[in-house]
């Protein structure tokens, strides 16, 4: 197999609307996170993975955009871009940008273009139908609540939106469509980016006849033959890390997305994992108790099936999921912490690049107590809350409130907690930050971890490390033990002859389990002291041999 840089490289996502103000909007933007460059140094990363900081509206907090290659101006300039570039790569950090090419925003010009007339010449840069017997083309559904085709009036007919109706779908079957995009893929390359993360990317490919077809079914024809195009006419030319989002992946179809020698991308984002504890009518409004079981076997399925032939992307949250510690662990005070690192480590340790979630490494938590939907900011929120309690009453209002508290993505979204300062930190006191901060922030904070050894900071800087140090835990082959056990996750890596063992109590109870007791010495844990085959409430530990 041959070894790729990214594959021994630790990501941390930078949401900027939320990390760093600089200039006293209330929103984050790309001074304020050149400022906090050295604070990821320092966590041990090597990637940043920055969300949206193109043009946009902001429909859809970026995902929207307006205008690939200038800069939305509430984040600042192209020149502060590329400062941050520079910086980042003068501290030994490489910056993936996100790519959102399933769709532009409404407002780009191109989509502009093509609304005036059906004969325009942009026209075909998106996918238009006529009505069918008055209604919409095919019934396919937005993720964003109500149908995926808006009917425009001036040329009478509908256009597909899989996400808000300002996210107009482009039409990849159109080769200009595709020319424009590596054109402007390899300007930013050219620039010095160091990669992408691709948005929605096995969404692109569409039927071109939409009567019978469900939306996603023939997404592995096309898309592959357009990712491999990409390879071929843009990124085979730089030594970079591609990760595609591909919702509904599975361990056989990553392969192909992902295999060592299918030349398309580097890694893909699977969520399976994020599907077990939600609601197969409402999704994530209805939240589910995860069985630990189901997770260690969908977890293990992908160590297992991708060993050898395609790389795993591993992480537990991003800004569309819920705080880690709040949906996998326990955010109670007592636990949070012990917790927080358990989940760390057991995901780090595994075969895969990982990728930590701004504020993971802090044990930031959800917001509890949202009173009222006007707290929320989550274009995808208040949609089904349209939809679901408001139109179609199928969710009571505190029922969809709490599913919005356990599962909403604004919990990713609520402003870094820097310090205890007014507003954390993230802006100035005295200014509004754009969305309700978190109130635990005095207890949970940046400046309280990075000093302290036994903080969860320190605990993700010492995983970050000793990856560094030894290959078993990049390299190493993944072996699940005792599979049926609902509390306890326990499984080994081994390489030329070591083992490495990871043993994670899922539970707030004290257990005993021999495994928790492998040969080797102690390379990581977060209690101070070895108990032997007790294992105590959340307690993990990592061993070598
Ligand atoms: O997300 C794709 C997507 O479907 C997720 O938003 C998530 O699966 C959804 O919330 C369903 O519950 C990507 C981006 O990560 C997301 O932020 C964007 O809103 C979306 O695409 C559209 O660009």
Known sequence: MQKHWWQEAVVYQVYPRSFQDSDDDGLGDLNGLRRRLPYIKRLGADVIWLTPVYRSPDDDNGYDISDYESIQPAFGTMADF??????????????????????TSDEHAWFAESRKAVDN???????WRDPVDGHEPAPWSSTFSGSAWEFDEATGQ?????????????????????????????????????????????????????????RGDDRQAQVHAYLREMNDRVLSKYDIMTVGETGGVTPESAQLYAGYDTHELSMVFQFQHLSLDLDREFGRWRHHPIQLSRLKAIMTRWQVELAGKAWNSLFWSNHDQPRAVSRWGNDRPLYRELSAKMLGAVLHYQQGTPYIYQGEELGMTNVYNVQSIDDCRDIETLNAWQDLVETRHLLAPDEMLLGIELCGRDNARTPMQWDTSANAGFTSAGVTPWIGLNDNYPKINAASQVDDPNSVFSFYREMNALRKQYPIITYGDYTLLAPEDEQVWAYTRTLDGQVLTVVANFTDETLTRPEAAPAGTLLQQNYGDDAGERLRPYEVKVYLK
């Open 82 to 103: 590329d400062a941050v570039l520079a910086d980042a790569h003068a501290l030994g950090l490489k910056i993936v940008m996100d790519l959102v090419v399933n769709h």
């Open 121 to 127: 010449p942009y026209r075909d840069y998106y996918i």
């Open 158 to 214: 509908y256009y597909l939106h899989l996400f808000s109706k300002k996210q107009p779908d482009l039409n990849w079957r159109n080769d200009t469509v595709r020319d424009e995009i590596y054109g402007m893929m390899t300007r930013w390359l050219d620039r010095g980016i160091d990669g992408f993360r691709m948005d929605v990317i096995n969404s692109i490919s569409k039927p071109e006849d939409f009567t019978n077809t469900r």
